[in-house]
Nanobody, 126 residues
Framework: QLQLVESGGGLVQPGGSLRLSCTAS????????IVWFRQAPGKEREGVSC????????IHVDSVKGRFTVSRDNAKFTVYLQMNNLKPEDTAVYYCAASEFDEYDCSIREYDVDYWGKGTLVTVSS
């Protein structure tokens, strides 16, 4: 069974940090570009960050630039989203997704996603 699993979500105070992890079962995560999406209550899902399969290219949307960093450890078949200086508006369910792409490229468009995780909740509140 092909599956993506997110972990690391939780409750954090504004200004705090969390690191999300994404692992896969049933397929090789290192063959895929990985995208992080999030969906806040009452809002549409949006692409936040992506990383190419090689790790050489990353994209972050403007709202998280300078605060979020996406990285991967292909030896551990794991992708990370380091989130610093979290704000209440970052509260959302965060999903990782896998896309088949050239090893040096990635996309944050839902259209390109092949596999989805079930999500992990991040709550930023005092």
């Amino acid at each position: 069974q092909l599956q993506l699993v997110e972990s690391g979500g939780g409750l954090v105070q504004p200004g705090g940090s969390l690191r999300l992890s994404c692992t896969a079962s049933g397929f090789r995560l290192d063959y895929y570009a990985i995208v992080w999406f999030r969906q806040a209550p009452g809002k549409e899902r949006e692409g936040v960050s992506c990383i190419s399969s090689s790790g050489g290219r990353t994209i972050h949307v403007d709202s998280v630039k300078g605060r979020f960093t996406v990285s991967r450890d292909n030896a551990k078949f794991t992708v990370y989203l380091q989130m610093n200086n979290l704000k209440p508006e970052d509260t959302a369910v965060y999903y990782c997704a896998a896309s088949e792409f050239d090893e040096y490229d990635c996309s944050i468009r839902e259209y390109d996603v092949d596999y989805w995780g079930k999500g992990t909740l991040v709550t930023v509140s005092s």
